[in-house]
T-cell receptor, first 116, second 112 residues
Framework: GAVVSQHPSWVICKSGTSVKIECRSLDFQATTMFWYRQFPKQSLMLMATSNEGSKATYEQGVEKDKFLINHASLTLSTLTVTSAHPEDSSFYIC????????????FGPGTRLTVT | GNSVTQMEGPVTLSEEAFLTINCTYTATGYPSLFWYVQYPGEGLQLLLKATKADDKGSNKGFEATYRKETTSFHLEKGSVQVSDSAVYFCALTTGANSKLTFGKGITLSVRP
């Protein structure tokens, strides 16, 4: 149980285009989902917290107009990187917390974004 | 605020060696503590957890004990395997709606 999927697992896009990444909880309802960014050989940086049906809460320094987050249902959250640039290239990881469970988060396998 | 400090890495061990990875924390409130593992090119997997003082989390031969008096949650394994090579993150959270605070992570390499 407690499986989180991400799609796509990797994507290459051209500078100026937008990319959407999906995060799904497959066998539980996730009232809260989190989006992280990870640079090579570094820890995870929390970008935003999203609760189903409400606006995401962004961490300081994260551009909300660039990284659009939608949590439309209890099993799906999406991150859209708008007008992507090479500096947005990174590994993006989502996690989800089971609304009825303990405090642990279940992580997706990550999405490797490369902007050329 | 919350913070997690992990020992500096990387760590390289021979197969069957004993492993200790130190983790200490500061927290506002009563934290739950976690160890996550990340294999190359993958997301994070929960390795083990402890939610109150003196609890011992264990999984796949790894253990960590929640030490409130020393604010520590050190990860140990008696005999590491090559397949344990990965990045290990210590983390905490202090509430049902709280975000996870991660340590910097440490890379473990186990050679045959």
């Amino acid at each position: 149980g407690a499986v989180v999927s991400q799609h796509p697992s990797w994507v290459i896009c051209k500078s100026g285009t937008s990319v959407k990444i999906e995060c799904r909880s497959l066998d539980f309802q996730a009232t809260t989902m989190f989006w992280y960014r990870q640079f090579p050989k570094q820890s995870l940086m929390l970008m935003a917290t999203s609760n189903e049906g409400s606006k995401a809460t962004y961490e300081q320094g994260v551009e909300k107009d660039k990284f659009l987050i939608n949590h439309a249902s209890l099993t799906l959250s999406t991150l859209t990187v708008t007008s992507a640039h090479p500096e947005d290239s990174s590994f993006y990881i989502c996690s989800a917390r089971d609304g009825g469970g303990a405090y642990e988060q279940y992580f997706g396998p990550g999405t490797r974004l490369t902007v050329t | 605020g919350n913070s997690v400090t992990q020992m500096e890495g990387p760590v390289t061990l021979s197969e069957e060696a004993f492993l200790t990875i130190n983790c200490t924390y500061t927290a506002t409130g009563y934290p739950s503590l976690f160890w996550y593992v990340q294999y190359p090119g993958e997301g994070l997997q929960l390795l083990l957890k402890a939610t109150k003082a003196d609890d011992k989390g264990s999984n796949k031969g790894f253990e960590a004990t929640y030490r409130k008096e020393t604010t520590s949650f050190h990860l140990e394994k008696g005999s590491v395997q090559v397949s344990d090579s990965a990045v290990y993150f210590c983390a905490l959270t202090t509430g049902a709606n709280s975000k996870l605070t991660f340590g910097k992570g440490i890379t473990l390499s186990v050679r045959p």
